[in-house]
């Protein structure tokens, strides 16, 4: 007859720290703890569990999944772990909201790669409607391997119910969250010296310039440009031939300088 089980042998069952062989094999434990994770649903455990506490909710920025994810987003993706992880151990009920970035210039730029076309009159004579709907095809070109990325990293986070920019639902709530804004007196007009991208016809974030218009050398021109007198001139000692240079980056020759008038 078998003995019934001890103390310690019911705590040796439910502890989670195993004893630690001398040869470790780390891939095969991580898969392990992943596969603990996924069975006993324990980030769903950590919203359960907490269904009182106070609520912190966390909205992933946007990756775009029409591009393969490197070490790059390897990291990104544990720096947003860790905070909602944070907060979590300090007793909220951290929600995590995932989202795809499903359009803007690195969207445009892979279709343009890959129907061999260059500027915005190409596009136009393609067709704007059936460019759109390739340009959404495309950002789910690589979601299986984000999907095991994200897994595989142990980033807890439901893609299944992550929002999507190009949806109508999101597009409407952007809209609704710009008129609060207005409404309220917080929004204003200015002038920013922006990236110009000339075969697109539009203006271009300039960490996406970077890494995804023009490869190589960058070199930039610099444009002298008379300024206004002013007291806070004066009272710096700055004469009437001050001028400012407004520096201009050319990005894969001139056509792409945006050296305007009146800077």
Known sequence: MTPPPTEADRWKEITMFQPVKNSVEFPRLE???????????????????????????????????????????????????????????????????????????????????????HSKEEIEAYGVEPFIKKCQASVWRYMQEWERLTERLGFWIHLDQAYVTYHQSFVESVWWSLKNLFDRGLLYQGHKIVWWWAQGGTAAFERRGRSRLSPGRRPECLRQVPTRRSARHESRGVDDHSVDLAQQSIRGGASRVDLRDGL
């Open 31 to 117: 898969a392990e703890i992943l596969d603990f994770w996924r069975e006993h649903k324990v980030y769903d455990q950590t919203l359960d569990n907490r269904a009182d506490a106070p609520s912190f909710v966390f909205y992933e920025g946007p990756p775009t999944a029409n591009g393969m994810p490197h070490p790059g987003h390897c990291l990104t993706r544990a720096i947003k772990d860790l905070f909602p992880r944070y907060r979590t151990m300090r007793g909220y009920r951290c929600e995590r909201k995932a989202g795809w970035d499903t359009h803007g210039l690195p969207v445009e730029v892979e279709v343009c790669k890959e129907l061999g076309i």
